[in-house]
Structures are given as C-alpha cells and as structure tokens.
Nanobody, 118 residues
Framework: QVQLVESGGGLVQAGASLRLSCAAS????????IGWFRQAPGKERELVATITSSGSTNYADSVKGRFTISRDNAKNTVFLQMNSLKPEDTALYYC????????????WGQGTQVTVSS
C-alpha cells in the first residue's frame, strides 16, 4: 500500500515562492506517474502538474512558466516548485499516483495548504 505525504505549504505574499514535497512509501515509487492537484474552497479539484516515471512533465495552463515539477526517485519524493505565486494559487494541494496511463489517480495524501495573500 503506497502512502503519500505532502508538506511544504504555508502562508506567503504574492510573488513569493514555495516548494512542496510529496514523499512516498514503497519500493515501486519510481514506476508511478505522480500528479499534483489543488482544490480551492467552492471549486472543483484541478490538476496542476504531472511527472511520469521517465520524467516527462505536463502543466495546467494557469501555472505554466511559474511551477516546476520534479522527482528524486532515490528519496521517493516529488517536488512542486512554485514561483511568482498569485492569490488565485491559494488552495489545498494534494499529490496522487497513477500506475498506468489508463488508471485513475489514487493513494491521495492529506494535502498541504497554500495561502497567498495580496
């Protein structure tokens, strides 16, 4: 059973940076696609970025050029570097894993709160 734990959130001013971490248990971590999602109050959950086992990345249009997803398989960790934060980035950020492209994301963590003040 893979468990994912997010950390690194906080309260920052607009324009600041944060780096979120998604730490995973399990020896097969490197095989998974990992996704970062976020959900703001009253809004649907949004896919922010993904990284495949081979390191290919994909981003939501709203974060392209500002956020960078990366992974360190030796540490079973995926990072989300968030620069030039905006108040609209305020949300609870989650990570999840996907085993194969056709499968849904699962093993959701508890999330880490990011709040950006104007």
């Amino acid at each position: 059973q893979v468990q994912l734990v997010e950390s690194g959130g906080g309260l920052v001013q607009a324009g600041a940076s944060l780096r979120l971490s998604c730490a995973a248990s399990g020896r097969t971590f490197s095989m998974y696609t990992i996704g970062w999602f976020r959900q703001a109050p009253g809004k649907e959950r949004e896919l922010v970025a993904t990284i495949t086992s081979s390191g290919s990345t994909n981003y939501a249009d709203s974060v392209k050029g500002r956020f960078t997803i990366s992974r360190d398989n030796a540490k079973n960790t995926v990072f989300l570097q968030m620069n030039s934060l905006k108040p609209e980035d305020t949300a609870l950020y989650y990570c999840a894993r996907r085993i194969i492209p056709a499968a849904p994301f699962g093993s959701w963590g508890q999330g880490t709160q990011v709040t950006v003040s104007s």
